[in-house]
């Protein structure tokens, strides 16, 4: 039986009783009748000249330069490259490679050597039409503003170097992949601030991507795309990677690991944030806002309807989206209307205090606008200005009383099949599958994912079922259901045995 378990079935032809072959990613016939575990793994790098950026024909530089000076690398040989300033300001400094090759829901990890310069953070970045990112902390090997990733991972090596990976299912089936870098001053700063032209921002070195759930050892290319052959160690208690001597135990130990199928649900902790849309959002200009009875000055916006309705506002948004937005507010005077509004002049969010403010709201209205509002006599000021769309490339479709904020999908009464929570498109009908997800801030009602054998639901807690998919849509159904779902997983359901 197969290492993999049920699911991964060893496949063969005979004649007379005769093995002739054994089609099977841990099994192997070496002539008739004879078959032995097959102790050796393949991996393929598919990016081109992968530690040599200089490289114009595959690498694309926005912003920066690599020049001929090589520098020590992971492996003590002198073949890194620097990532400099070719340009000032305030920009996106960053390498890439188009023309990698994906298949829509495999799985694949791209990952890069990475070494502090000026800059202190890196973004991996991988797009097949969609974005899988992550940006790693080059001082404390933190990983944050993940999107649309599996797993990411990080290896401390010699010399303050990381090896930095990010795990992905591919969105669609392309040849113009695009896998990228960016030097960043900060986590989620992807347009740092660099004055001066030459400086070097980040080292890099070994980039790789592989079909694989995690960075396997690196492979270095040049002209084409290079297999490696990576040997088993036979060090095993239980299983024997020599083909000599198949013996497992009886009662195998905790040395017999059965591996899972990853999650197929995206955006599954409704964490995702798409980029900044706010221009000049810290007011450090008298530009990119419209105004009406209104001013910008002393790094602030400022709204005063001492003389009529006062306006502040700038196109940056779409009708429909949900939006998470912080502001600070001062000068508040304690009377009037001082709003967040939409384009009909409906109150999305009503300012009553000076502070920070942090709040979720559904952009509606007939236009773009971001339009800040103070009527009826009311003044106050605002900075630091922030607004970024919720889940951000529409991985869930969120009918009537649903919303996505704070992390969580929030069920406000939704009732009936017009109003459910959904990812479409990501079952396969007749398939089996464990379904697991999270209740929380459960007050009444009930909800069900439907076609995950767990019917009907009230109350807190994480829940699991096994069900067979009815349709290719996720579905969340609630019958006037208030409360929140989080950490919604998804996985192909197989027997995994722990004994053999």
Known sequence: MPRNGLGIPMVSSSVGGAVLNVDDVLWESFGVNEIAINYAENYTNVVLYSQDTTQAEQWTKTNTAIDSTL??????????????????????????????????GKTYTLSVHVKKGTLGFARVYFSDGASKTADFNLNTAAVTNTSNTIRTQVDSMDDDWYRCSITFQATSTTSSGSAQVFALSAAGDNTPNVAVSGVILLYVWGFQLEENIEASPYIVTTTEARTATETLNDLSSIWDFDSANLMPEETPNSEGVWETSGNIVLNHDYEELGSELVTNGTFDADSDWSKVN?????????????????????SALVVGKNYKATLDVSNYNSTGVCALVDSNGTTLQEFTSNGSKEFYFTHSGSNTNLTFRAISGGVFSIDNVSVK????????????????????????????????????????????????????????????????????????????????????????????????????????????????
Do not use: C
């Not at 704070?406 to 959904?422: F, I, Q, T, W």
């Open 389 to 500: 769309q919720v889940d951000p490339n529409d991985r869930w479709v969120s009918e009537a009383d649903w919303t996505i904020e704070d992390g969580v999908a929030k069920g406000n009464g939704a009732s009936g099949s017009s109003e459910e929570l959904r990812q479409d498109g990501i079952l396969t009908v007749g398939d089996t599958y464990e379904f697991t997800f999270t209740i929380q801030d459960y007050s009444s009602g009930s909800v069900e994912l439907m076609n995950s054998g767990l019917g009907s639901l009230s109350s807190n807690g994480v829940h699991t079922g096994i069900g067979v998919a009815a349709s290719t849509d996720l579905r969340f159904r609630g019958s006037s259901f208030n409360g929140s779902i989080d950490n919604v997983t998804v996985r192909e359901y197989a027997i995994q045995p722990q004994d053999v």
């Open 71 to 104: 520098y020590e690398a992971p492996d003590n040989s002198t073949t890194a490259n620097a990532i400099k300033s070719n340009s000032t300001g305030e920009k996106a400094y960053n390498i890439s490679q188009g023309s990698l090759s994906v298949t829509a």
């Open 294 to 314: 209104a001013t910008i000055s002393g790094g602030k916006g400022n709204l005063d309807s001492s003389g009529g309705s006062s306006l502040l506002f700038q």
